[in-house]
Nanobody, 120 residues
Framework: QVQLVESGGGLVQPGESLTLSCAAP????????MGWYRQAPGDRRELVAD???????NYADSAKGRFTISRDNAKNTVYLHMNSLKPEDTAVYYC??????????????WGQGTQVTVSS
């Protein structure tokens, strides 16, 4: 069974940095696009950033210039490096992995979520 295990969340002050990690030991890692989503209370889950094994990356406008997504294919791990954090970045962050099967159907895996709180 595929599991995505997140770590690295916590409480930080505005302007500080935080790095999230997501390990997927049983995933065929190179075949999946890996990403980070977040969901604040009362809001919809939204994409923060994602990347494939060719390092083709995609960022939400709110993340551009502050966040960097990276992946270590040898470790089956994806990271989200977050700099200059703002209170509006406060949310539960979820790791996501997806791919298309041989019939063209998308399948998604999700982590359990890790809380990031930015507050003074």
């Amino acid at each position: 069974q595929v599991q995505l295990v997140e770590s690295g969340g916590g409480l930080v002050q505005p302007g500080e940095s935080l790095t999230l990690s997501c390990a997927a030991p049983r995933l065929v890692f190179n075949s999946h696009r890996m990403g980070w989503y977040r969901q604040a209370p009362g809001d919809r889950r939204e994409l923060v950033a994602d990347t494939n094994s060719f390092e083709d990356t995609n960022y939400a406008d709110s993340a551009k210039g502050r966040f960097t997504i990276s992946r270590d294919n040898a470790k089956n791990t994806v990271y989200l490096h977050m700099n200059s954090l703002k209170p509006e970045d406060t949310a539960v962050y979820y790791c996501n992995a997806w791919s298309y099967d041989t019939r063209g159907r998308r399948s998604d895996y999700w982590g359990q979520g890790t809380q990031v709180t930015v507050s003074s």
